[in-house]
T-cell receptor
Framework: GAVVSQHPSRVICKSGTSVKIECRSL??????MFWYRQFPKQSLMLMAT?????????EQGVEKDKFLINHASLTLSTLTVTSAHPEDSSFYIC?????????FGAGTRLSVL | GENVEQHPSTLSVQEGDSAVIKCTYS??????FPWYKQELGKGPQLIID?????GEKKDQRIAVTLNKTAKHFSLHITETQPEDSAVYFC??????????????FGQGTILTVHP
């Protein structure tokens, strides 16, 4: 079964609302969580890296106030897209790692109307 | 930073044929090279990986080769089956100790295996 559970799998929201995406590691402790964004027919682009208990490190061009990442426990990390706009519509994927263990979540398809 | 180029962008083969996807990387310090398979609407799944201390690794029908001098690595799938059809991504990172590090992905290859 899936060792990284990502929810929701799909979300449709109105422009201006906030959306929270959760990633849970089920069989291991995710000391580091990576969040990616993938536009249609494109590759995965790293948005930010977070270590449990620390502030996330954001990649250049990613607004930290818009994409809030919380990694308060070793089994849960959340990405909140605040004041979502249509250009934020994308496929968001988490990747949880602990040492030599790494698993991706199944992804969240966000559609902002 | 690291830059990974992947070719071809699309690959169409007949069932039973072999498929080869190639990637080049720019940072000579990178030492970890995984390959992922992504099916429509799903997250990537690791299918094989290689570290820079070996030149080749094989797992049943899948193999990966690495040329550190030329900074390129390739995925080889033999005896392809329709269920191999998916998008394949290569990636590279500087792995330290027991950590895989921050991955830089290639652009992806859409593999279609025709019955």
């Amino acid at each position: 079964g899936a060792v990284v559970s990502q929810h929701p799998s799909r979300v449709i929201c109105k422009s201006g609302t906030s959306v929270k995406i959760e990633c849970r590691s089920l069989d291991f402790q995710a000391t580091t969580m990576f969040w990616y964004r993938q536009f249609p027919k494109q590759s995965l682009m790293l948005m930010a890296t977070s270590n449990e208990g620390s502030k996330a490190t954001y990649e250049q061009g990613v607004e930290k106030d818009k994409f809030l990442i919380n990694h308060a426990s070793l089994t849960l990390s959340t990405l909140t897209v605040t004041s979502a706009h249509p250009e934020d519509s994308s496929f968001y994927i988490c990747r949880a790692t602990e040492g030599n263990i790494q698993y991706f979540g199944a992804g969240t398809r966000l559609s902002v109307l | 930073g690291e830059n990974v180029e992947q070719h071809p962008s699309t690959l169409s083969v007949q069932e039973g044929d072999s498929a080869v996807i190639k990637c080049t990387y720019s940072d000579s310090a990178s030492n970890y090279f995984p390959w992922y398979k992504q099916e429509l609407g799903k997250g990537p799944q690791l299918i094989i990986d290689i570290r820079s201390n070996v030149g080749e690794k094989k797992d049943q029908r899948i193999a990966v080769t690495l040329n550190k001098t030329a900074k390129h690595f390739s995925l080889h799938i033999t005896e392809t089956q329709p269920e191999d059809s998916a998008v394949y991504f290569c990636a590279a990172s500087l792995a330290g100790g027991t950590s895989y590090g921050k991955l830089t992905f290639g652009q992806g290859t859409i593999l279609t295996v025709h019955p």
